[in-house]
């Protein structure tokens, strides 16, 4: 996936040594090479979260961020995000634990059967893959510097955490995912390979869906920016059309501006059933084009 491919850390985290030492290495190795034999074993590429690295600077960005967005989300953001992000006790007060007693992790299990692992870095396609299939979502742990609180070029906890997770504590949306991630860890079909990741680009990352008669944000890339969620619900220049499958993944993308097209879902019953019907045709062996 565009935003999960490659081998890149940050450049001047401040908290590097969380995932730069040996365990960490370790894993991200495992995972350069998952798929390989001798190397199918998912979990290796999973760390802990060494909750005690964070700075108290760190905490501190976590407190700017989530001041900064949760209060446009709440009359912004779908109400499933919302519903999410409530269940699985996401607060301002401190960067959310992924294992433990307090962690989201404890929250999800039971509402879904989904939990986030803690990895050191950016997982080849195929590793990221395996984990949604698993229920699983790679989580990266380090947060970004308070110098680059707009932007950052990778994810961080604020984007993968605060942006990804609420929808996993909803059952639709969790079972879509799954779904996803077993169907593009089944095909090696280039022209599926590329399907799927516009597929994931303009739902998981940028999806906009309408509920009450108003169109709301759920996609991670736009809950977890204040600039891009903003203009994508409010810039003329968007185009947002009607979420259709097929014409989803005919759209090609690019990362490194605001999206000027988006897509705009009915419901997320709409995204697990076209899903659905997606996956058997690549579980079957079909082509991407009838
Ligand atoms: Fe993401």
Not at 111 to 124: C, D, F, M, N
Not at 265 to 270: A, G, P, T
């Amino acid at each position: 996936m565009p935003q999960h491919d490659g081998q890149q850390k940050f450049p001047g985290s401040l908290n590097s040594a969380m995932i730069d030492g040996a365990t960490g290495h370790a894993a991200q190795e495992y995972a350069n090479h998952f798929g390989q034999p001798g190397y199918n074993d998912i979990s290796r590429v999973y760390i802990g979260q060494s909750y005690e690295g964070y700075s108290d600077e760190n905490q501190e960005v976590w407190r700017t961020l989530y001041d900064r967005q949760m209060g446009y989300l709440e009359s912004m953001a779908s109400s499933v995000y919302l519903t999410g992000a409530r269940s699985i006790k996401l607060v301002r007060e401190y960067i959310p634990y992924i294992e433990g007693p307090k962690s989201i992790n404890n929250y999800l299990a039971k509402l879904t059967g989904w939990q986030s692992r803690a990895v050191p870095g950016y997982l080849p396609a195929k590793a990221f893959f395996a984990c949604l299939a698993r229920r699983e979502f790679p989580t990266t742990i380090v947060i970004r510097p308070k110098e680059s609180l707009d932007y950052l070029p990778e994810p961080d906890i604020f984007h993968d955490v605060f942006g990804h997770v609420p929808l996993h504590a909803d059952p639709v949306f969790g079972d879509f995912l799954q779904t996803y991630g077993k169907a593009a860890a089944t095909t090696d079909d280039p022209q599926h390979v590329e399907r799927l990741a516009r597929l994931f680009w303009f739902t998981v990352e940028f999806g906009l869906i309408r509920e009450g008669g108003k169109v709301k944000l759920y996609g991670s890339g736009l809950i977890s920016s204040p600039g891009e969620s903003r203009h994508s619900l409010e810039s003329k220049e968007v185009d947002r059309r009607p979420f259709d499958l097929e014409t989803v993944c005919g759209t090609s993308f690019e990362i490194d501006h605001y999206q000027p097209i988006l897509y705009v879902l009915e419901s997320f019953d709409q995204l697990r059933d076209a899903m659905n019907q997606y996956a058997m045709r690549i579980l079957e062996g079909q082509p991407a084009r009838a």
